[in-house]
């Protein structure tokens, strides 16, 4: 990878149309059609592999605590949708992720996964990247795994809860390890000081 067109947050996350399998259908999904909601935008790697199926169910089995939050799932890799369909049609006591309740989008291009900066040359599929994108079409925040461990749907939500409350109450921010329900701190030299006593 190279840092020449490497995506940061703060920037407007690349808009993109492509091809996605949703409740075994066949549907075009376009990024900026979500305006207005929060979005996880996830990449991995291949369908019918080992780590994925286990990242793909369980963004699912939690999709309606994203959904209550004003988000929506959006799940990416480089194969085709007939690839995504016969995933979902598979159980996943044999290595499927049967019906998930977000879209399975086709990158059979990688022209997505390109434009996130997140495609491995010498494997030709997308890394485990994360990106949390807000109302506006603004990256929040990124990471990216390797190929071979998955990521935290805990995490994700931790995060994406931390966005939203500084969002919505701008004369805050959160401190390391923040949860929903904690304190949160006034980012002044004296304001700070009521958090810090309290720590």
Sequence with gaps: MTIEGCLRVGQVAPDFKATAVIDQEFQTKKLSSYRGKYVVLFFYPLD???????????????????????????????????????????????GGVGDINYPLVSDLKKEISTAYN?????????????????????????????LSFGRSVTETLRTLKAIQHVQNNPEEVCPADWQEGDKTMIPDPIKSKIYFSAV
């Design 48 to 94: 019918f592999t080992f780590v994925c199926p286990t990242e793909v169910i369980a963004f699912s089995d939690r999709y309606e605590e994203f959904a209550k939050i004003n988000t929506e799932i959006l799940a990416v890799s480089v194969d085709s949708e007939f690839s995504h369909l016969a995933w979902i049609q598979s159980p996943r006591t044999e």
């Design 118 to 146: 997140v495609l491995d040359p010498e494997s030709g599929v997308a890394l485990r990247g994360l990106f949390i994108i807000d109302r506006e079409g603004i990256i929040q925040h990124c990471t990216i795994n390797n």
